[in-house]
């Protein structure tokens, strides 16, 4: 099974601030990998496909890259709409595995 | 308008069974792979089973290998969980997403449900 590690669990940032996620693979995907951010009681929404795409709709302040075993997603200047939580996903192989979470707090 | 509304959700013995539904709206459902995803309260969120678009193949997490049943139909575009010798860890929040296809290949749309939520609890 591939594991997915991601870091870190939890960031506190202000409005206007870069923030970066990361997500390791325990063996290479590809670029098999999407981000996801859940609002409490709401839920994912997909930000990023095929570890760099920019999902239809998403504001172009996400951004994300990597590929084989190493993945970033990067806020270029957190809005306020952004405190949230952070997965990555692989869809490379079964069993599908979700990062554990990154909650992103305002600080 | 993309939909997938899931339902049948609700509070079950341990050891007692329950059937979710997804109903699916708005795209063409066949054409694609459907996943359920979990999310016990206050945790991460679990991918638990994927079935493919046509071939109806299948694939499971290995903490419901045996007791959950993931099946489709097309023709109604409904997707289902059957779920069997429920555990208090089953516990969660339960999603349907086009997460990707079965063989890895990712979709340009991302579609989920509310989702439903079990509770399994003597």
Known sequence: ?107 | EVQLLESGGGLVHPGGSLRLSCAASGFTFRNYAMSWVRQAPGKGLEWVSTISGISGSTYYADSVKGRFTISRDNSKKMLYLQMNSLRADDTAGYYCANLASTSGDYYETDYWGQGTLVTVSS
């Open chain 1, 1 to 107: 099974d591939i594991q997915m590690t991601q870091s870190p669990s939890s960031l506190s940032a202000s409005v206007g601030d870069r923030v970066t996620i990361t997500c390791r693979a325990s063996q290479g995907i590809r670029n098999d990998l999407g981000w996801y951010q859940q609002k409490p009681g709401k839920a994912p929404k997909r930000l990023i496909y095929a570890a760099s795409s920019l999902q239809s709709g998403v504001p172009s302040r996400f951004s994300g890259s990597g590929s084989g075993t190493e993945f970033t997603l990067t806020i270029s200047s957190l809005q306020p709409e952004d405190f949230a939580t952070y997965y990555c996903l692989q869809h490379n192989s079964f069993p599908r595995t979700f990062g554990q979470g990154t909650k992103l707090e305002i600080k």
